[in-house]
């Protein structure tokens, strides 16, 4: 049997961490006198701490010098990694070991394709690094997604075809990467958002091992393709 490589991304896969973000950059926007609503924190998903902060400042029309910009990247980190600081191991989204235990048993490797640059802290501290058998996150790559590298470059340290890759993503940007990799994209989240993705759950209550054993032996298959990465 072909050997399949798993990625997962992190905040909104794993453990929800998009709400620490939240607080953090509401924090950070009122501080400079803009408006932040929680459907704004929702485009924010799997987008770079500085993608981000340029969006944040677009919507409330502010500039900001690169001095002040670069300060307030720096402090919204802090203030974030303050809520991580607490986190455990009852923070890892319901189902996820199940999965991660599975895919171990049956020997197939595992990835972490996340955009956070505090991806491995978030891993230690829930207790989940030692199962992954490479970690790519925001530090290792040059193009944010929707662009295919994080997926790419994890397929290379896991030695698999990016083909034989399967992703598991919540944000859209992230499913957009994945089926440009060519590699099987699963939504985690609502269908609505997620419509590009080959497959789309709730959460991973929803995620049989049959599932699972459908994919590795190629009983599941790619779906959709998109191969435009330019963006
Ligand atoms: P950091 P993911 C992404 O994580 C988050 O969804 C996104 O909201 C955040 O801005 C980004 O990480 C960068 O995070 O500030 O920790 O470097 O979903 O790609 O795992
Ligand atoms: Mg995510």
């Given at each position: 049997m072909t050997?399949?490589?798993?990625?997962?991304?992190?905040?909104?896969?794993?453990?929800d961490t998009a709400k620490y973000h939240f607080l953090a950059w509401k924090k950070l926007a009122n501080g400079v006198g803009v408006d932040f609503t929680e459907i704004q924190n929702e485009q924010l998903?799997?987008?770079?701490?500085?993608?981000?902060?340029?969006?944040?400042l677009e919507w409330g029309n502010k500039t900001?010098?690169?001095?002040?910009?670069?300060?307030?990247?720096?402090?919204?980190?802090?203030?974030?990694?303050?809520?991580?600081?607490?986190?455990?191991?009852d923070e890892i989204l319901v189902d996820v070991p199940k999965v991660l235990n599975y895919l171990i048993s049956k020997k197939h490797p595992i990835a972490l394709g996340s955009a956070s640059k505090n991806a491995t802290a978030?891993?230690?501290?829930?207790?989940?690094?030692?199962?992954?058998?490479a970690i790519v996150d925001g530090n290792g790559v040059k193009k944010g997604k929707p662009n295919p590298e994080v997926f790419l470059n994890a397929a290379k340290?896991?030695?698999?075809?990016?083909?034989?890759?399967?992703?598991?993503?919540d944000a859209k940007a992230g499913i957009e990467a994945a089926n440009a990799a060519?590699?099987?994209?699963?939504?985690?989240?609502?269908?609505?958002?997620?419509s590009d993705a080959d497959y789309v759950f709730k959460d991973f209550t929803?995620?049989?091992?049959?599932?699972?054993?459908?994919?590795?032996?190629n009983k599941i298959k790619k779906e959709k393709t998109n191969?435009?990465?330019?963006?």
């Amino acid at each position: 049997m072909t050997k399949k490589g798993f990625i997962f991304d992190l905040d909104g896969v794993i453990v929800d961490t998009a709400k620490y973000h939240f607080l953090a950059w509401k924090k950070l926007a009122n501080g400079v006198g803009v408006d932040f609503t929680e459907i704004q924190n929702e485009q924010l998903k799997g987008v770079s701490r500085q993608k981000s902060l340029e969006k944040i400042l677009e919507w409330g029309n502010k500039t900001l010098s690169e001095e002040e910009f670069t300060k307030l990247m720096a402090l919204k980190n802090e203030d974030y990694l303050s809520y991580v600081e607490h986190m455990k191991e009852d923070e890892i989204l319901v189902d996820v070991p199940k999965v991660l235990n599975y895919l171990i048993s049956k020997k197939h490797p595992i990835a972490l394709g996340s955009a956070s640059k505090n991806a491995t802290a978030i891993l230690d501290k829930v207790n989940l690094l030692q199962k992954f058998d490479a970690i790519v996150d925001g530090n290792g790559v040059k193009k944010g997604k929707p662009n295919p590298e994080v997926f790419l470059n994890a397929a290379k340290l896991l030695n698999v075809n990016p083909n034989e890759c399967i992703v598991f993503e919540d944000a859209k940007a992230g499913i957009e990467a994945a089926n440009a990799a060519n590699m099987i994209s699963i939504g985690i989240g609502e269908k609505s958002v997620l419509s590009d993705a080959d497959y789309v759950f709730k959460d991973f209550t929803e995620i049989s091992l049959e599932f699972i054993d459908d994919i590795i032996s190629n009983k599941i298959k790619k779906e959709k393709t998109n191969l435009s990465i330019d963006k």
